[in-house]
Each structure stands twice: as C-alpha cells, then as structure tokens.
C-alpha cells in the first residue's frame, strides 16, 4: 500500500527521484502510464498484470471502453529504478503531465502518482476539494 506525499524535482535529462518507501512496492521495474487529472500513474508490476486482467474482461464493442484502454496503454512504459533511486520520465508522459522541474510523488493505495507541483496545488485548493464534500460522497458509498 502507497501513501503519503513527497516534494522532488526532475532534472534536466528527464529524470526524478522515487521515495524509498515507494520503491520498495514498486520494485526495481514498474509501469508508469498516463492518470486521470492530468499527472501520471505508477503501478508495480503485479498491480499492473491484474488491471490489465480486468480491463481486458471489458467489452471491447464499447467505444468507450476501447478509448480507455487506448489511452491507458498507449502511454503506459515500463521504468527501471537507477543505482541512485531515480527514473527515467519518458518526454511523452512529461509532456502530458505538464512535468518541468518541480513535483510531488503521492501514495494512493494500490498506485503512486506523479503531478506536476502547481497542478497539485490547484487540484488539492478549497475551490476544488472539500473535505465536506468528499464525506458527504462517501457517506453516500456507505464508507
């Protein structure tokens, strides 16, 4: 399980950084592939393989399934763990992540997440998450 966020910067070839902690679940190859909410989603290899398992039961008739999954694996690489902790972000992904110098790493369960610092920020403003709001939803989920 992933939690916690860490603040790290990308250097000028493309590389940054993965906690630790992080990568001791990840382990020294994980895939990393394009999230939702514009930053970027980091599986372990197991995690990976039963995603993938449950993706490829969905309906493939389904345009927006086909979407989906074209958008989830197009992107998708898998990283290897340098002798000094660090990744290499394909410029594809740092492109769509809006990924320049300064990050955050975050824990989210089953994954990791790389966001660009200020889209971070944004996201995690009063205008956009309430604490309120979120309890009201999962009261709603029964949690």
Known sequence: MFYGEYQHTIDPKGRAIVPSKFREGLGEKFILTKGLDGCLFAYS???????????KSLPFTDKDVR???RFFFS???????????????PQNLREYAAL????????????????DKT????????ENISADKIAEKMALLGI
């Open 45 to 55: 290899s197991e995690e990976w393989t039963s995603l993938e398992n449950k993706l």
């Open 67 to 69: 979407a989906f999954i």
């Open 75 to 89: 992107g998708a690489t898998e990283c290897e763990v340098d002798k000094q902790g660090r990744i290499l972000i």
């Open 100 to 115: 320049e110098k300064d990050t955050y790493i975050i824990g989210v369960s089953s994954r990791v997440e790389i966001w």
């Open 119 to 126: 889209a971070w920020e944004a996201y995690n403003s009063d």
